[in-house]
């Protein structure tokens, strides 16, 4: 749950809503909202690769969306899109490096924010919400919402975690967040949502919250079967994620909170493989003269 979420959009008719960034997730997001024309009644798709956005504009039928080039880690053109289009709503499904960028540039065009995922550096693999917490009492003053961690997880399990906490228990003291993937799409190694940013959240230490205090685990360290509803056992590793830390913050009777997310034996044999050859890094190299991040090389190859 966010901590800026402390003013509400009081509109039932959302009007002018901008979407950036046009990978999986931004699909889905476009797709979405033009189901909602009652509530968003201008929808525009920006991207730093505007065919993109126009791909996903010619595949929604039943309106109208307009499509944009724009740099996320751009201040400055971020504020001249907004300024020209005017949104009440900003949705960043861009990469999580690009959140503070986005959040500067709604400040300064006075627009509400909405994302899916918390901030990270560009050249660490570390998920943090104090940078973007820093940000709350500017959305504050400026009477604009700020929602961070809207996805998935985060975002429906803080939901369920709060409604739980509501209307189930008195206290929640033992939190543990399960996510399975129960498909099979058929490769030998495909990740569920960008390449890049999912390799970096597996490969990076585990941590999870018990008495007081964060507690650090090798990455994949820690892991045993759980039994999920319709699928059966699947095996299950200890990772950080990052609502987590706002469960913890704002349920302070919460003893223990952990995150658990299954990964089978081949794309764990895949990663380890990646891993040892130096596909995995996150550092700039040198390749015929030209500078290259192996993690974005293999994203671009990678299904």
Known sequence: MSESNNYKLNHSRMGKVLIIGAGGVGTVVAKKVAMNTDVFTEIMLASRTKSKCDKIASEIKNVQIKTAQVDADN?????ALFDSFKPELVINVALPYQDLTIMEACLRSSVNYLDT?????????????????AYQERFREAGLTAI??????????????????KHHFDEIHYLDIVDCNGGDHHKAFATNFNPEINIREITQKGKYWENGQWIETEPQEIHKGLTYPNIGVRESYLLYHEELESLVKNFPTIKRARFWMTFGQEYLTHLRVMQNIGMTRIDPIM???????????????LP
């Open 75 to 79: 201040v400055e053109e971020l504020v």
């Open 117 to 133: 995922a918390n901030y990270e550096p560009l050249d660490e693999a570390k998920y943090e919400y104090s940078w973007q917490w």
């Open 287 to 301: 390749y015929n003269g030209v500078e290259i991040v192996p993690i974005q090389f293999l994203k671009a190859v």
């Open 148 to 165: 961070l961690g809207c996805g998935f997880d985060p975002g429906v399990t803080s939901v369920y975690t709060a409604y739980a906490a």
